[in-house]
């Protein structure tokens, strides 16, 4: 196998990577914590990341941030609510309504396969 210098191992990953990252503020992100882009695609995703300790997370405001954002930055965005945690049932249908992808604990392992 022929040798690769560090720089030439470094080109081949990025050319295998599907998804480039956008820059959102640090503070007042406007409800975004990530934007990605499908390289070839060109498909924007908006994410939404709530950490939690507890059991399931109830309240709208994963919601009202993927809202808010995708009308800050792109208003065709895709729009994806993950956790470490889960996502109450009506919150989840809530979301599949308005067509959020949702990652929580039980499929997170699925991340990124958009």
Known sequence: MPHQNAQETDQDSQ???EYLTEATNVSW?????G???HRET???FILQCKHSGRDKIQDDRVIEDLL????AYDP????VALTNSSFSQPLISRMNQLHIRVYDRNNICAWPRL
């Open 68 to 71: 808010r954002a995708r009308e």
């Open 35 to 37: 934007i990605i882009k």
């Open 42 to 44: 060109g498909e924007k």
């Open 15 to 17: 050319a295998k990577v």
């Open 76 to 79: 065709n965005a895709f729009l």
């Open 29 to 33: 992100d406007k409800g975004a914590d």
